[in-house]
């Protein structure tokens, strides 16, 4: 039997994967687990395992190429028979262009179009029944928009983006559905790059795409930011003198400050407010080519120890590109830490969608005292709330006994 390998959809937001890489070869045997390709999503790079034992069969779809989730990108097979039968068939079945239709002579063109006389009776019945109206070749039809490289959307979508004025081509490869034209024509007008010098367009990496996305969906919270000066050297000398990390530790002071006040643990929905049970820190990455949030689970109650090895962890996948889905979603408080940047005195950071607020914290200056800007979610978080968040904070960095709990 002929089993269909298709492109995982790895997050709610993931509409197309980009097939980086095949591990194995068409007639290779394959077992259960195996990893068969590799495919970049909107955070890492991520395997493509083989569901059952057998043979890998093509047709392969192509390296460097954008796939809608769900479609085929290979086959399995049960036996070698099987195998040898669906080669033979992609074999046996060459794509043959169709040869060209040569133009009529103007003779046999003069024969074509002549009408055969007609009858009084039929010509009753043309006048009741007049043929459709078809549209000469000597008068263009009105284009429907197009897109570059093969891209997909749906009717509905094209009709859409021509009477909104969206230019498909600037939603990227697809595949666009009616959705992403709205959202296109809400975000506003593009800037008119005809008016600058020339340019050539690149395609944007899976992760800075998906960043972006993030942002402008999170331009739709209504923030507001705070800004205190807290000391920042007794926390860096305790994390150095036990060998953790500081953005470990501010991580840490962080979710233990949120347990204290559950409100910044809150998230806004339509319906109300949803209160998450424990603190999970999402904690800002830059790889260089990506912004990346890995998250420390149940941060507030589980002993430093663990959340260091945890820490590790995380790193080390994103080292490596393996970061999967788990392990960057669902963090109910964000942290972003550009203290290692000596230049940065103070930064607003965005709200993400999913959280209430994001702490962001800059460099430590001559007085060891750091600008901390907290950015809140007003539907959720007054003034006061981040007034009185941001004291219990300055008193727990200044005395960081909690660290080696």
């Known amino acids: ?10 997050s709610d937001t993931m509409q197309t994967g980009r097939l980086t890489r095949w591990n194995k070869a068409v007639g290779e045997a394959v077992k259960k687990g195996d990893a068969l390709a590799e495919v970049e999503t909107d955070k890492a790079i991520l395997d493509v395992e083989a569901f059952q034992d057998g043979y890998l069969a093509g047709p392969l779809a192509p390296v460097d190429t954008d796939i809608p989730v769900r479609s085929a990108i290979a086959w399995l097979v049960d036996s070698k028979e099987e195998l040898d039968a669906s080669t ?3 074999d046996a079945a060459p794509a043959v262009p169709q040869a060209p239709v040569a133009p009529p002579k103007p003779q046999q063109a003069a024969e074509r179009t002549a009408p055969a006389p007609k009858t009084p009776a039929q010509q009753s019945v043309q006048k009741e029944n007049p043929p459709p109206t078809v549209p000469s070749h000597s008068s263009p039809l009105p284009a429907s928009p197009t897109l570059a490289d093969g891209a997909r959307a749906s009717p509905y979508a094209r009709g859409l983006a021509q009477e909104l004025g969206i230019d498909l081509r600037s939603l990227g490869s697809g595949p666009i559905d009616s959705r992403a034209v709205l959202a296109a024509a809400l975000r506003g007008p593009l800037p008119d790059l005809t008016a600058g010098p020339s340019y050539q367009m690149e395609r944007l990496p899976g992760m800075r795409a998906a960043a972006a996305r993030n942002m402008q969906d999170a331009v739709y919270t209504p923030t507001f930011q705070i800004t205190a000066r807290l000391p920042l050297a007794a926390l860096q000398a305790r994390a150095k003198a036990s060998k953790q ?3 470990l530790a501010l991580a840490r002071a962080c979710a233990l400050t949120v347990a204290e006040d559950p409100w910044f643990n809150h998230l806004w929905t339509p319906q109300g407010l949803a209160k998450r049970e424990r603190v999970d820190v999402a904690i800002a990455v830059d790889t260089g080519d990506a912004l990346l949030t890995p998250v420390l689970r149940d941060a507030a109650r589980r002993p430093v120890k663990e959340l260091a090895e945890d820490w590790r962890i995380l790193l080390g996948k994103i080292k490596r590109g393996r970061l999967a889905p788990e392990d960057y979603r669902g963090g109910t408080f964000y942290l972003s ?9 103070n930064f607003d950071a965005i709200v993400p969608l999913g959280a209430a607020a994001i ?3 800059a460099a430590t200056q001559a007085d060891g005292n750091s600008e901390f800007t907290l950015s809140c979610d007003h539907r959720v978080i007054f003034g006061a709330d981040a007034a009185r968040f941001l004291q219990r904070l300055r008193d727990r960095v200044a005395d960081p006994s909690w660290l080696d709990s």
């Open 1 to 10: 039997m002929k089993h269909e390998i298709t492109m995982p959809v790895l």
């Open 88 to 90: 033979d068939a992609q």
């Open 245 to 247: 990390s500081l953005t």
């Open 337 to 345: 830490n550009l203290g290692v940047f000596d230049v940065v005195h």
């Open 359 to 361: 702490l962001a914290i």
